[in-house]
Nanobody, 119 residues
């Protein structure tokens, strides 16, 4: 059974920075795409950024130039460095892992971590 454990959320002032971490454990095979999604109150969950095992990255337009996703393959850990945070970045951030076969991947979610950007 694959599990994800997140850490690093909290309260930060506008313009500040936070770093989220997510460690995966269990039987991970095949493709290995780790990513971060977020869900603000009253809104749908949206992709923030993801990174493949070959470190190919994708970002939402709203975070390009401010957020950086990275991973440590040896530790099966993904990081999200968030800089120049804005109040609209406030949301619950969820780690996601897609693994298995590319045409029908399995998907596992973390428990979520709250990020609040407010003065």
């Amino acid at each position: 059974q694959v599990q994800l454990v997140e850490s690093g959320g909290g309260l930060v002032q506008p313009g500040g920075s936070l770093r989220l971490s997510c460690a995966a454990s269990g039987s991970i095979f095949g493709i290995n795409v780790m990513g971060w999604y977020r869900q603000a109150p009253g809104k749908e969950r949206e992709l923030v950024a993801n990174i493949t095992g070959f470190r190919s990255k994708r970002y939402a337009d709203s975070v390009k130039g401010r957020f950086t996703i990275s991973r440590d393959n040896a530790q099966n850990t993904v990081y999200l460095q968030m800089n120049s945070l804005k109040p609209e970045d406030t949301a619950v951030y969820y780690c996601n892992l897609k693994y298995g076969v590319s045409w029908s991947p399995l998907s596992t979610w973390g428990q979520g971590t709250q990020v609040t950007v407010s003065s």
